[in-house]
């Protein structure tokens, strides 16, 4: 990396006297955010004096801000050895900021960051790699940053001389979602695109291209694109509403494999278009629609292209509430034939009442389905719904992805789910997150100002947990819990719980025997030592004694999406100022366990050769071969040493030599 450039600084973005950032103008952020980015009066100290002219930033906004300064002045650190990549995860913010907001002052951060590219990727140590992603997402871009800046820069490293042993791999997959480009900045990536012949996937979701032109631009780009499969234009306004624009941008999408498309802002016009456009003859595969509104002869339109095309695999149709989904499942014989073809079905972000339910079941009773994956997140569905759900959707085997997150169910939708998992090993992830109603526990702290403790109480994820996937009632009861299923919950590890660790155990691709090794650690170490009971190794032959031995010697290392078994480390507990360590500190330590298994255990078995089995011995039959006894004299008597007395024999010493200034050793002498 040269050192000739320096690290431009960081703005101090919050003030940790006052509380506040000073001195701007709120139109000097950008943001699709608006005001949620700015506090209020309430509850903010003010710096003395006129405040007029000073805006107030939220404490978690200058937080992310500063943090993705610091990101873009990394020199290394951007995504892998054959990608770049500048994602910002904004779930955790109190009020859910979407978008990274900007600040002129923010720009030599960022063209830092696009120099850092041209450095490593072209002169640097990644000039030999080839770049194959490049992302960036939820970020509000400088304005024009992107065509002038890093546009050229993509274009030098696709633009790179081979070299003679191996040939370099291009872009593959291009994604810039949310980022406010600008109309300068989207012709730039369509000439790029236009000159490109590598990518597969391009994303420029949740960005608006008002100009006709652009859209022009960008189809052509598209159309003539000879590897291009996926195309994501989800939440994009697209020329303003003009329809041509709109209609030949999708026509130039039907080489594609994929195709994402839809906004809020699309009329009864551009829908229709949309939902005809399905209906003709393409390669897609996959569509899925966000957003769009439909009106009942819209409905009709894209129910009669579901049934003309049948290429469509996997059918999305997101935030599009004016589709009743009763409608959708109650439509003619060739509707529901065609949607039994479906693999993924995606009906998020709607609304599944009772009757969509009812209608939902009645698919899956009649129709012979193929679904593999359904998505029924934000959908408002309410525990009834589930209720009548989860049972026809057990008897469905192909299905593996079932998606009930972020709805309405509380936990008497626990015996439904436990049934749905009891000798399931057909559905691979559930995901029942972001259920407010539905928690593993509650209660269990302390109210300090009344100094009244509130009783823990076990909730409806205690009970999927314990019934169906972690059943730690004894060894038997584990062994024969769900292993397939990742069951998605929101809640973090308890202790007594280890819900998370269980689903990534059962998230690991391994064999169902290891799965069984890592909850039986992981219950004789976290949540039910009492399981260690000697008496149960007490049938289990010598050959298996070395595996229990190796078993309680053991622990479960979670780090991330990695579940390993590691060697039990002894526990520490505080003891007047110091930890002490042993096993008076952990009764459950490695060493009295094997302890407890060696004295309890058929003990004499550990020290007898052979297969482990005693043998009683067959009483001699017939002539015995005694051995012929030697006598003095024999051809076969060998000279033996001079016999010596007991006592007669004298140790040897060692005597210094000063000739040879070493140590000799005097043999010892026979009297």
Known sequence: ????????????????????????????????????????????????????NLIFLQWYVSRVISRTCRKLNMEFGHGGDHSITLEAELDYT?????????????????????????????????????????????HFLPPSWLGDKVIPVLESIEARVFDNERALNGITTLKLSNCSLSDYDITSLAKFLAGNDTITSFDISKNNVESVD??????????????????????????????????????????????????????????????????????????????APFDKSNRKSLFQSLVKNKNIQELGLNSVGSIKIPSLFNGTKKLTESLSKLTHLDLSCNSLPLPGAKAMVKFFEKAESQLVSLNLSKNKMKTAAADLLLPAIKNHTSLEHLDLSQNWLNDSIAESVVNLLANNTDLVTLNLSGNNNLKLQSGGHRIWWTGQNVPLVPRAGTQILKAAIFDTTSLKSIANSNHACEVIMTAPNRRSLQNETVRKINALDISEGRKVRLKVVLALNE???????????????????????????????????????VKKEPKKQKNRGYYRVGPTADPDSALNRIHSIVTTWNSPLLFTRGSGVLKAKKKATGKVNRRKRRKFGDADDSDDEPYIPKGARKRRKWVWNSETNTYDIIPPTVV
């Open 1 to 52: 990396m040269s050192t000739s450039r320096e690290e431009p600084t960081i703005r101090n973005w919050w003030n940790w006297s006052w509380n506040v950032v000073a001195n701007g103008d709120q139109n000097e952020f950008n943001s699709i955010d608006g005001d949620i980015i700015f506090t209020s009066d309430t509850g903010v100290y003010h710096m003395p004096g006129d405040s007029q």
């Open 527 to 565: 949540t039910n030592t009492d399981l260690f009971d000697t008496n149960a190794f007490q049938d289990i032959p010598l050959e298996l004694m070395p595996r229990v031995l190796e078993l309680v010697q053991q622990d479960v290392s979670c780090y991330k999406e990695n579940v390993q078994l």
């Open 94 to 138: 109190p009020k859910k900021l979407t978008q990274i907001p900007y600040h002129a002052d923010m720009l030599p951060n960022y063209e830092y960051f696009a120099e850092t590219i041209r450095e490593q990727w072209l002169t640097g140590g990644r000039k030999e790699n080839s770049l194959e992603e490049f992302v960036i997402t939820n």
């Open 214 to 291: 652009t859209v022009n631009a960008l189809a052509a780009a598209i159309k003539k694109h000879p590897a291009l499969v996926h195309v994501n234009l989800a939440y994009c306004s697209l020329g303003g509403g003009n329809h041509d624009a709109l209609n030949k941008l999708l026509m130039a999408c039907k080489e594609c494999d994929c195709l994402e498309v839809g906004n809020d802002d699309f009329d009864s016009e551009s829908v229709s278009i949309v939902a005809k456009f399905i209906g003709k003859k393409s390669k897609l595969t996959s569509v899925i629609i966000v957003g």
